[in-house]
C-alpha cells in the first residue's frame, strides 16, 4: 500500500468507553447504597480458550464497577434443553438484572434460539427481536451495543449529525439496520438524515462520497477506500474481519489521508462496544429497581 499522509483527526473509543464506564461505576455505587447489588451474569458453553478468556475480562470488568457476576459454565456437550434451564433459571433470579451467552456456542447449539430464550430486559447485547422492536418503535430497552457505542462516539467527540447526511454501508442485523434506527431517531445526539447501502446499490459510492459521516458496517476488509470519501467527512469504522488472530477492518488506512475525522485501525469502535454492554446492565439493573419500589 503506498504510504499516505494523515491529516485527520483520530477518534479513539477508550477516552469514550472511559466515561461510559465512570457513569456506569456511579450509578453502581448509587444502587449499592440503596441496598442493590447491579449483577450481569454470564452463561459459557465448552472449553474454548478465547471465550474463556473474554469471560474473565468481563468478570474482571464487572467486579471493577461493583457488579456482582455469577457465573455458569456448561460443558461443551450441553444439550439444547440444558441450556434452555440455565438461561430460564437466570431469568427468573431477581437478583440477576443481565445475562450475557459467550458467543460462540458449540455447533450442535442455536446461538439464535438461546438469544431468544433471554428475557429481554436482562438482554445485555441488546439484539433480543423485542429490544429490536423497541428500537424501531422508540421505546427505551437495552439498546444493540454496537450501534449505541458509534452514536456515543460521534457525540463525545462533538461530530455533529444532526440535520447531516450520514451514510452507513452495510444493512446487517448486529451493525447497519439498528444504527440506522438508532441515528434516524429524534435526539439531540441523532437526528441524521440516513441512507443505508449495500450490495443491491451498484454504484454505492455515489452516496457515500457525499456523507458528511460515512460509517463502514460491511465486514469486507478494505472496502472503504479514500475515493468513496467526501474530503474533510468523518469516517467510521464498525466492520472488521479477523484473519486468525489478525484483525482487518472495512476502512482502509489511507482513508485517513482525506477524511477529517477517523476512527484508528485498531480501538476505535471496539472499547465502546463493550462500555455499552455494561450501560445496558447498569440500566436493566435501575429499571428492576423501579419496577420493585412501592407506588
Ligand atoms: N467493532 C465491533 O465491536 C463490532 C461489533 C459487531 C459487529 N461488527 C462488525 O460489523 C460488521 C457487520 O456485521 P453485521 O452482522 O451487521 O453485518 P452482516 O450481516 O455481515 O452484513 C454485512 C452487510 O454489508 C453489506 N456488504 C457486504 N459486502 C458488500 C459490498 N461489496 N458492497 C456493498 N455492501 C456490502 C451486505 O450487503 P447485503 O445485505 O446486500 O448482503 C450487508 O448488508 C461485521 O464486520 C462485524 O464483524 C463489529
Redesign the pocket.
Known amino acids: 500500500m503506498a504510504s499516505t499522509t494523515s491529516t485527520a483527526r483520530m477518534l479513539p473509543g477508550a477516552p469514550v468507553a472511559r466515561r461510559l464506564l465512570d457513569d456506569v461505576a456511579e450509578r453502581s455505587r448509587a444502587l449499592r447504597e440503596s441496598g442493590t447489588v447491579p449483577s450481569l451474569a454470564t452463561i459459557l458453553v465448552g472449553d474454548d480458550a478465547a471465550s474463556a478468556g473474554y469471560i474473565r475480562i468481563k468478570q474482571r470488568q464487572a467486579a471493577d464497577l461493583g457488579f456482582s457476576s455469577p457465573h455458569v459454565h456448561l460443558p461443551a456437550d450441553t444439550t439444547e434443553d440444558v441450556l434452555h434451564h440455565a438461561i430460564a433459571d437466570l431469568n427468573d433470579d431477581p437478583a440477576v438484572h443481565a445475562l450475557l451467552i459467550q458467543y460462540p456456542v458449540p455447533d450442535h447449539l442455536d446461538y439464535a434460539a438461546a438469544l431468544m430464550a433471554v428475557a429481554p430486559d436482562k438482554d445485555v447485547d441488546g439484539m433480543h427481536p423485542t429490544n429490536l422492536g423497541r428500537l424501531a418503535a422508540g421505546i427505551a430497552g437495552p439498546t444493540p451495543c ?1 450501534p449505541a457505542g458509534i452514536e456515543a462516539l460521534l457525540a463525545h467527540y462533538e461530530i455533529p449529525i444532526r440535520g447531516r447526511e450520514v451514510v452507513i ?9 439498528p444504527l440506522a434506527m438508532l441515528l434516524a431517531q429524534k435526539r439531540p445526539t441523532a437526528d441524521a438524515a440516513v441512507t443505508v ?4 446499490v451498484e454504484d ?1 459510492a455515489r452516496y457515500t462520497r457525499r456523507a458528511d459521516v460515512l460509517i463502514a ?4 476488509p478494505g ?1 472503504v477506500q479514500p475515493e468513496h470519501v467526501r474530503p474533510g467527512a468523518t469516517v467510521i469504522g ?4 479477523y484473519a486468525g488472530r489478525r484483525l482487518l477492518p ?1 476502512v482502509d488506512e489511507s482513508c485517513a489521508a482525506v477524511a477529517g475525522a477517523i476512527t484508528p485501525r485498531v480501538g476505535g ?2 472499547p465502546t ?1 463493550v462500555a455499552m454492554l455494561f450501560q445496558n446492565a447498569i440500566a436493566a439493573a435501575e429499571r428492576a429497581l423501579r419496577r420493585q419500589a412501592p407506588m
Open positions: 454496537t454501508l452495510g444493512r446487517g442485523a448486529t451493525l447497519g439496520r447501502v449495500h450490495t443491491g454505492w458496517a460491511a465486514g469486507v472496502i464498525g466492520g472488521v474481519r472495512d469502535v471496539g462496544t
